[in-house]
């Protein structure tokens, strides 16, 4: 079974902050993704990433940026942290590049900024 | 808008009830997802159906998709209280690049 494992479920920081949130798939996939999700907004895509050392910018990049250095590890990075980065986010991978297979969701961090 | 929206946003019925999910979208698709999300956690693939399908299965789940209408149902039968979650579509755009728009949610509320 493909595993996706997030460093965190719950995770408080302060305005101003710089957070890392880390994901790590076993798998071998070639994608991966990282999503928030709201209350009444749905998954919003942030960044993804079709191979190490790419990445590209989804919905809603602003005030983020990502780092994928190793295929199998996908991170997040909130430079400045704000209250309206609150919100679940979810990290996903997916097996071929450049295709819209199944993705593979990790359980999610609750990010609270305080 | 979100590309996928569907209807109802939530529902509730009785165990041994089926479920029906609805799902609109706008734009041209290659494909469309379901996927399931239990209360606070990641979620979880169902079924994908390509733009050249009309109908498939997968145990008691049911996914119809008419791209004239642009719409697509989810079909759980025989529902059992273990199905509660949040369902969502999710469409893979034609010339969107290999990214998935998710939609919004419906919440199902099994009760025995």
């Known amino acids: 079974d493909v595993k996706v494992t997030q460093s965190s479920r719950y995770l408080v920081k302060r305005t101003g902050e710089k957070v890392f949130l880390e994901c790590v798939q076993d798998m071998d996939h070639e994608n991966m993704f990282w999503y928030r999700q709201d209350p009444g907004l749905g998954l919003r895509l942030i960044y993804f990433?079709?191979?190490?050392?790419?990445?590209e910018k989804g919905d809603i990049p602003e005030g983020y940026s990502v780092s994928r250095e190793k295929k199998e590890r996908f991170s997040l990075i909130l430079e400045s942290a704000s209250t309206n980065q609150t919100s679940m986010y979810l990290c996903a991978s997916s097996a071929r590049p450049r295709s819209t297979d199944t993705q593979y969701f990790g359980p999610g961090t609750r990010l609270t900024v305080l | 808008s979100q590309q996928g929206e569907e209807d109802p946003q939530a529902l509730s019925i009785q165990e041994g009830e089926n479920a029906t999910m609805n799902c609109s979208y706008k734009?041209?698709?290659?494909?469309l997802q379901w996927y399931r999300q239990n209360s606070g956690r990641g979620l979880v693939h169902l079924i994908l159906i390509r733009s050249n399908e009309r109908e498939k299965h997968s145990g008691r789940l049911r996914v119809t998709l008419d791209t004239s209408k642009k719409s697509s149902s989810l079909l759980i039968t025989a529902s059992r209280a273990a199905d509660t979650a949040s369902y969502f579509c999710a469409t893979d755009r034609t010339g969107g690049g290999n990214k998935l728009t998710f939609g919004t949610g419906t919440q199902l509320k099994v009760e025995l």
């Open positions: 990433s079709y191979d190490v050392k790419m990445k």
């Open positions: 734009t041209s698709i290659n494909n």
